[in-house]
C-alpha cells in the first residue's frame, strides 16, 4: 500500500530557450492524499504550475526536460511510463481545470461534444456519456442545461464555463482534481461560488484537490494544508493556519506583509473644499446597451477615489468616457466648471494635460517599438510648450527617478523590464504633463501581490508630493480599502452606493455591496470561516 | 495572469548585428540571402560588364550544349539560337527581370499601404469605397489589364511596372487596412489619444512601425508573385519583347527547340525557381524574426509556468 | 444570415457593374477592330458595312447603352470571330476550366491539409523539414516552366502521356499535375502555420489533460480552428484556377475559358472578352459567398 495518493518527490524541470536553460523548478517534493486539499502557493514565474503540468504529462520535451525526481500515483511512477498509459490516467483518475476557460474550452465544438469527449476517449459508450453529460451540467448548476448542452462556449458567462469546466473535469469520477488559478479571471462573487462548489464536489467524491494560485484568500477559503514556491523552490510547507499565522521563511513574511486589506483606513478630507471635478448624470449607451446610466460623483483636489464594481458595472466606460476615448450619451463633467463632455478638439487639447490615464495592462499600454526616453518625451512632443527640447532628456531622467527607475535605463525597450517597472514607465509618462487628476484604470490588477504593494506605496507618495487627485478604478476591494478616501460601488451601469471609505467597509448600506464584501476572500483562515458563515447567512436570507 | 517579473538588464545590441546573427542562425535562410546579393549584383553590374558578349552572335555555337568546358565560360551553360552565351544572358536579363519586379513591388506597396491606412482609419465611407476598389482590381483578370495597357502604349519596361503594381496593389490594401484596425484598438494608441497626439501622429508614430514589418514579409513573397507574373505575360508574348530580354522571354524564346535543345528553356527557368525560392525562404524566416510579436518571444524567455 | 447575404450580393453587384464599365472602356481603346478583321487593302464600301452590322459607328456611349440593354437579357452579343453567341462560346469553356479547377483543388486542399497538419504537429522534425523545403520549392515554381519541362520528360521522352486535347484521362493528367503544383506549395504552408498556432493552443492543452488521443486533438480539435485563414487562401487560389489558368491551357491546347480569353483579346473579340470576364466574375463571386458560409460553419462565433 503506497504512502500517499500522489507524491511528488525530489522533481526538478529546466527549460531551454534561446537564452539559455531555466531551472523551473528544483527538487519540489509534496503529497496528496484523498479527501485532502493542498494548495500551491506562489508569485507569477515561480514555478508553481510546473509539477502539475509534470504529472499531466503537458510539458513539451524539447524545450522543457525532467531532470531528476518522480510522481507516484497510486504507488507507481508516472514518468515512467509510456505515453498511452499516462493518456488513459488523464482525465479518468486525474482531471485538470484551468484558469481562463474561455481559451481552455475549444471555441467551435459544442459543450456538450467536449464534455461527452472526455468520457468517450476513455471508451464509454455514446449514449451513457450523454446521459452523464446532462446529470453533470445539472449538477454544476447550468441552467435550462438540457437545451445550453448544443450550445458553444462563447454562449455562456465567465462562471458558468468555469463550472462547465469542472463538470468535464469530474465526468469520470476522478480520484485527483488539479485546478490551476480556477478563479483568477472571475469577479469576486462568482469567485466564491466557484469555490463552494469545487468543495461541495470534493466531499460528496472523496477526491483529492490540488489548487494551484497566487491568492492567500482562495488558500485560506478552501486549502487543508499549503506549499509556497518561490523561484522554482519549496521555500515553506504547512497547514493554512499555521503559514498563515506563523510564517517561518523571510520570502512568505514578506508575501503576507504585502497583503492589502489590513492597514488604517484614511479618515475622509476635509469638508468645504471646493471640487475638481464634478460628474453629474452621466449616461453612455451603445445602441440599446446601457453601458452607464446616471452616474454623478465628485473628486477634490488631492483625493483618491476609487471606482469599484464587478465586470460589466460600467466602471472603465466612465472612466472612458471622462477622457472622451467615448463620447457620452448625455450628463456633464465639469472639470473647474467647464464641461468636458461638450469641448471642442482644441480645449480638449489643453485638458489633455490635466487629465490623464495609467492603463490596466503595462505590456499593452507601451509601444513596444518605442524607447523609454520616446515613451516619456512623446508628451513634450505633443505639447511642446510645456518644455524646449534641449531639456527634455533631463526631464525624462528626472521623471524616471521619481518613479523609481534607473535613469540610465532610458534608451531600452518596454519588454526589457518586468512588468512591475513597466508600469512604473507608465506612470511616468501620464506625470509628464504634469497632470492634476490621473485615472488609474486597474492600474496594478495585473501585477503580483507584492509588486503591487510598491506601485501602491509609488502613487501615494506621488500624491503628497504633487497633491494629485486618483479615480482609482479596481475590483479588489482589500486594495481599495487601504488606498482610497472614498469609494463609489457600480452594478450594471449604475452607483449603487458612495461614501468615506471607512463607512462602506465598516457600514455597507446597500445589500449589493455587501454581497461583494462578503464574497471578498481575507487571507487570515480564521476571518475567513467568519466571512462563509455570514455569506451563507446571507444567502439564507435571500431565500 | 501576472507578469513576469524577471528583469533583463543586458542591453540589446545595435539592430543589424542581431539581424545578422538570426540570418546566420536559420542556415537556409542564410544562403538564399547570398544567393539574392549574387542575383542583385548581377542585375547591377551584369548588363554593363557582359552586354557585348551577351548580344554578340556566333554561328558556331548554334544551340551549343552545356557543359562543353573547352569553349569559353560564358558558353559553359550552352548557346541560344543565335549562339549566344546562356550565362551571360541570364546574367544580363537578371537586371529587367529584377527591375521590373522591384519597381512593382515598390509602387503597389507605396499605394496599397496608403490607402489602406485611409481605409482603417478615416470614415466609414471612405472605407467602403476603397474596398469595392479593391474588389474590382481583384475580380479583374490581370492579364486583360496587362494586354490593354500594353497594346495603348508599347509594351515597356515602364508600362509593364504599372500594370504589375495595379494588379497588386489589393495584397498591401487589404493587409494594411486588416492590421490598422487591429493595432488602433490597442492600448498604447489609446494611450497616446489621451495625450491628445493627433490623428497624423498616431498613424505615422504609432500604428505604422507596428504594421510595417507585416508589410515587409508579405513584400517579400510578393516579389516572387510579381517575378512569375512577368515571366508568363512575357511568356506568352505581351510582355517585354525582344531585343530587351528577361528570364520569362528567355524561356519562351527556347520552347521551339524544347526537344533539341532543352537548356534554352531550362537554365533561365532554373534561375526564376531559384529566385523565387530564395525571397520565399527569406520571407519565412523574416515571418519569425521581425514580427514584433514572435521577436519578443525570440527576446523573452520562456515563462516558467507556461 | 439572410439579410448578411443580401448585402454581399448587393456589394457584388456593384462591384460587377464597376467592372463592366471598366473594361468595357478599357478594351475599346486598344484598338479599332475594323483593322483587324479585314485586309488592309480592304474597300471604305466594305469597311462601313462591317461597322454598320457590328454598330461601331455609333458614339461609344451609345454603344455602351445598347451593350447593357442587351446585357440585362443576358445577351453579350455574336462573337465575331466565331459566328455564335459570346456567351454560348464562353459557357461552353467555362465547363471545362470548372473541371479542371474543381479536380485540381479537391486534390490541392486534401493533401495539403494532411501533409500541412502532420508537419505541424512534428514541428523541427525531419518530416516537417522535408514538408516544409518542399512546399516552399512547389510554391516558388513558375507554371509555364514545369509544364514545358514536364511535356518534353513525360510526353516527349516517356511517351506517357499525350501532350494536348482532352479525349482521354490521360489527357487531364499533365495540365492538372502542372496546376496542384503552386497552390499545394502556398496551401502546405499556411496549413502548418495556423495548425502550429492552433496545436499550442489552450484548448489542445486542456484535450491533453482530457486523455483525448492525439489524431483526434490533431483533426478534430487543432483542424477546424486553424482552417479559417486556409480557407481564405485555398478561395484566392481557386479563383485564379478560374480567372484561367491561362499559361496552362495554352501550353496544353486544353479549350478552357482562359485560353478562349487570351484567344479573343489578341483577335479584339469584344464580346466574348466581356461574356467570358462576366461569367468568371459572377463564378468567383459565388465562390466568395460561398465562402463566407463555410467559415459561419466552422466557427460558431461568426454570425453575419
Not at chain 1, 477634490?300 to 472612458?320: D, R
Not at chain 1, 454581497?515 to 435571500?542: F, I
Request: neutral net charge; proline residues 5%.
Amino acid at each position: 500500500m503506497p504512502d500517499h495518493l500522489l507524491e511528488v518527490r525530489g522533481l526538478s524541470v529546466d527549460f531551454h530557450t534561446v537564452r539559455g536553460t531555466v531551472h523551473a523548478v528544483r527538487d519540489v517534493s509534496w503529497h496528496l492524499d484523498r479527501g485532502e486539499c493542498l494548495a500551491i502557493l506562489g508569485e507569477s514565474g515561480s514555478g508553481k504550475s510546473v509539477s502539475a503540468s509534470a504529472i499531466m504529462n503537458l510539458i513539451d520535451c524539447p524545450p522543457g526536460q525532467i531532470v531528476s525526481g518522480e510522481i507516484l500515483f497510486d504507488g507507481k511512477n508516472l514518468l515512467k511510463m509510456n505515453a498511452e498509459a499516462r493518456r488513459q490516467l488523464n482525465g479518468k483518475r486525474i482531471a485538470m481545470i484551468f484558469q481562463d476557460p474561455l481559451s481552455h474550452l475549444n471555441p467551435v465544438y459544442t459543450i456538450g461534444f467536449q464534455i461527452e469527449e472526455i468520457m468517450t476517449a476513455h471508451d464509454v459508450p455514446k449514449d451513457k456519456a450523454r446521459a452523464r453529460c446532462l446529470e453533470l451540467l445539472q449538477r454544476v448548476g447550468i441552467p435550462d442545461f438540457e437545451n445550453k448542452i448544443d450550445a458553444y462556449p462563447h454562449q455562456f458567462s465567465g462562471g458558468q464555463r468555469q463550472r462547465i469546466m469542472i463538470a468535464m473535469a469530474l465526468a469520470l469520477k476522478p480520484d485527483i482534481l488539479i485546478a490551476d488559478e480556477p478563479t483568477t479571471a472571475l469577479d469576486v462573487t462568482v469567485q466564491a461560488q466557484i469555490l463552494a462548489l469545487l468543495e461541495e464536489l470534493q466531499q460528496e467524491t472523496g477526491m483529492g484537490l490540488l489548487l494551484i494560485t497566487h491568492d492567500l484568500g482562495v488558500v485560506a477559503e478552501v486549502a487543508d494544508r499549503v506549499v509556497v514556491m518561490n523561484s522554482g523552490q519549496i521555500v515553506e510547507t504547512g497547514s493554512a493556519a499555521q503559514v498563515y499565522r506563523a510564517p517561518k521563511h523571510p520570502y512568505t513574511k514578506k508575501l503576507i506583509g504585502a497583503i492589502p486589506g489590513t492597514g488604517e483606513m484614511a479618515a475622509p478630507l476635509g469638508t468645504g473644499i471646493k471640487p475638481m471635478m464634478e460628474i453629474n448624470g452621466l449616461t453612455k449607451h451603445f445602441g440599446g446597451f446601457v453601458a452607464l446610466e446616471d452616474a454623478s460623483l465628485t473628486v477634490l483636489p488631492g483625493e483618491t477615489v476609487a471606482i469599484v464594481g464587478e465586470s460589466g458595472s460600467g466602471k472603465s466606460t466612465l472612466a472612458k468616457t471622462l477622457l472622451r476615448l467615448e463620447d457620452a450619451t448625455s450628463g456633464e463633467a465639469l472639470y473647474h466648471g467647464r464641461d468636458l463632455v461638450k469641448m471642442t478638439a482644441s480645449e480638449l487639447f489643453e485638458l489633455r494635460r490635466e487629465i490623464q490615464m495609467v492603463f490596466q495592462d503595462p505590456t499593452q499600454s507601451l509601444n513596444p517599438r518605442m524607447s523609454v526616453y520616446d515613451i516619456v518625451s512623446e508628451a513634450f512632443a505633443i505639447h511642446p510648450e510645456i518644455l524646449p527640447k534641449a531639456k527634455w532628456k533631463n526631464r525624462v531622467c528626472e521623471l524616471l527617478e521619481q518613479v523609481g527607475l534607473e535613469a540610465g535605463h532610458m534608451h531600452r525597450y518596454p519588454h526589457q523590464f518586468s512588468g512591475g517597472q513597466r508600469q512604473r514607465i507608465a506612470i511616468a509618462r501620464a506625470l509628464a504633463l504634469e497632470p492634476k487628476l490621473v485615472v488609474c484604470d486597474e492600474a496594478v490588477s495585473a501585477l503580483d501581490v507584492s509588486v503591487q504593494a510598491q506601485v501602491i506605496d509609488l502613487l501615494n507618495k506621488l500624491q503628497q508630493d504633487m497633491g494629485l487627485s486618483y479615480l482609482f478604478i479596481a475590483h479588489d476591494l482589500p486594495l481599495v480599502r487601504d488606498f482610497a478616501h472614498r469609494v463609489v460601488v457600480m452594478q450594471s451601469g449604475r452607483i449603487v452606493e458612495q461614501g468615506p471609505v471607512a463607512q462602506i467597509f465598516d457600514n455597507p448600506r446597500m445589500d449589493y455591496t455587501r454581497n461583494l464584501m462578503a464574497a471578498s476572500l481575507d487571507p487570515d483562515p480564521d476571518v475567513q470561516a467568519e466571512r462563509r458563515r455570514a455569506r451563507h447567512q446571507l444567502q439564507e436570507e435571500a431565500v | 495572469m501576472a507578469l513576469s517579473e524577471q528583469t533583463f538588464v543586458a542591453d540589446a545590441p545595435p539592430a543589424w548585428v542581431s539581424i545578422l546573427r538570426m540570418l546566420w542562425r536559420d542556415k537556409f535562410a542564410f544562403c538564399a540571402a547570398v544567393f539574392l546579393l549574387v542575383v542583385i549584383l548581377c542585375a547591377l553590374f551584369g548588363p554593363t560588364l557582359l552586354e557585348d558578349i551577351a548580344t554578340k552572335q556566333n554561328l558556331r555555337g548554334r544551340n551549343a550544349a552545356p557543359f562543353d568546358f573547352s569553349l569559353h565560360w560564358t558558353m559553359w551553360l550552352g548557346g541560344d539560337a543565335l549562339g549566344r552565351p546562356l550565362f551571360a544572358r541570364i546574367i544580363v536579363a537578371a537586371r529587367n527581370t529584377m527591375f521590373i519586379a522591384t519597381g512593382a513591388v515598390i509602387c503597389s506597396m507605396a499605394i496599397g499601404t496608403t490607402l489602406g491606412l485611409i481605409a482603417g482609419y478615416s470614415s466609414r465611407m471612405a472605407s467602403q469605397i476603397i474596398m469595392r476598389l479593391a474588389d474590382v482590381i481583384m475580380s479583374f483578370p490581370s492579364l486583360l489589364l496587362a494586354v490593354i495597357v500594353l497594346y495603348m502604349l508599347a509594351p515597356s519596361v515602364g508600362n509593364l511596372i504599372v500594370v504589375l503594381a495595379i494588379t497588386r496593389i489589393p495584397v498591401y490594401l487589404r493587409t494594411s487596412r486588416a492590421e490598422v484596425l487591429e493595432v488602433r484598438e490597442r492600448m498604447f494608441v489609446q494611450a497616446a489619444q489621451v495625450m491628445g497626439a493627433s490623428t497624423n501622429r498616431i498613424v505615422f508614430r504609432h500604428i505604422l512601425p507596428v504594421v510595417f514589418p507585416t508589410l515587409v514579409t508579405i513584400a517579400t513573397l510578393d516579389f516572387a508573385f510579381v517575378m512569375l507574373a512577368e515571366s508568363s505575360l512575357s511568356f506568352l508574348g505581351i510582355g517585354i519583347q525582344p531585343p530587351e530580354i528577361t528570364w520569362g522571354l528567355m524561356v519562351s524564346q527556347g520552347r521551339p527547340y524544347l526537344t533539341t535543345a532543352w537548356w534554352l528553356s531550362f537554365w533561365p527557368g532554373l534561375a526564376i525557381i531559384l529566385t523565387t525560392l530564395s525571397l520565399n525562404l527569406l520571407s519565412n524566416w523574416m515571418r519569425t524574426a521581425l514580427d514584433p510579436v514572435q521577436r519578443w518571444r525570440l527576446e523573452t524567455p520562456r515563462q516558467k509556468n507556461a | 444570415m439572410k439579410s448578411f447575404l443580401g448585402k454581399r450580393a448587393i456589394a457584388s453587384a456593384i462591384s460587377l457593374i464597376g467592372l463592366i464599365i471598366l473594361v468595357f472602356f478599357l478594351s475599346r481603346l486598344t484598338g479599332d477592330p475594323t483593322n483587324l478583321y479585314l485586309p488592309v487593302d480592304a474597300s471604305q464600301e466594305s469597311r462601313d458595312r462591317f461597322r454598320e452590322i457590328h454598330g461601331l459607328n455609333d458614339p461609344l456611349i451609345v454603344q455602351f447603352f445598347h451593350y447593357m440593354s442587351d446585357l440585362v437579357q443576358f445577351d453579350f452579343g455574336m462573337s465575331i470571330r466565331r459566328a455564335e453567341p459570346a456567351l454560348d462560346a464562353v459557357l461552353r469553356a467555362f465547363v471545362w476550366t470548372l473541371q479542371l479547377a474543381i479536380i485540381t483543388m479537391t486534390l490541392v486542399t486534401g493533401s495539403a491539409i494532411v501533409l500541412g497538419s502532420l508537419a505541424a504537429y512534428h514541428v523541427g522534425g525531419f518530416f516537417d523539414r522535408i514538408a516544409t523545403f518542399c512546399s516552399l520549392i512547389g510554391a516558388s515554381a513558375p507554371d509555364f516552366w514545369i509544364a514545358i519541362v514536364a511535356i518534353v520528360v513525360f510526353s516527349v521522352h516517356l511517351g506517357w502521356v499525350p501532350t494536348s486535347g482532352t479525349g482521354t484521362v490521360l489527357h487531364w493528367i499533365l495540365p492538372i499535375g502542372v496546376l496542384f503544383i503552386r497552390p499545394f506549395g502556398l496551401i502546405v504552408q499556411v496549413v502548418r502555420g495556423s495548425m502550429i498556432t492552433a496545436l499550442s493552443s489552450a484548448y489542445v492543452k486542456t484535450a491533453r489533460a482530457k486523455g483525448v488521443r492525439n489524431r483526434p486533438i490533431i483533426f478534430v480539435h487543432a483542424l477546424r480552428n486553424a482552417m479559417l485563414p486556409v480557407i481564405t487562401v485555398i478561395g484566392d487560389q481557386a479563383a485564379s484556377l478560374l480567372n484561367g489558368a491561362v499559361v496552362v491551357e495554352t501550353i496544353f491546347g486544353f479549350p478552357g475559358v482562359g485560353k478562349l480569353m487570351i484567344d479573343s483579346i489578341l483577335q479584339r473579340d469584344f464580346a466574348v472578352v466581356m461574356a467570358a470576364i462576366f461569367v468568371t466574375a459572377v463564378a468567383i463571386f459565388v465562390m466568395n459567398i460561398l465562402i463566407d458560409i463555410l467559415y459561419a460553419v466552422l466557427d460558431p462565433r461568426i454570425r453575419y
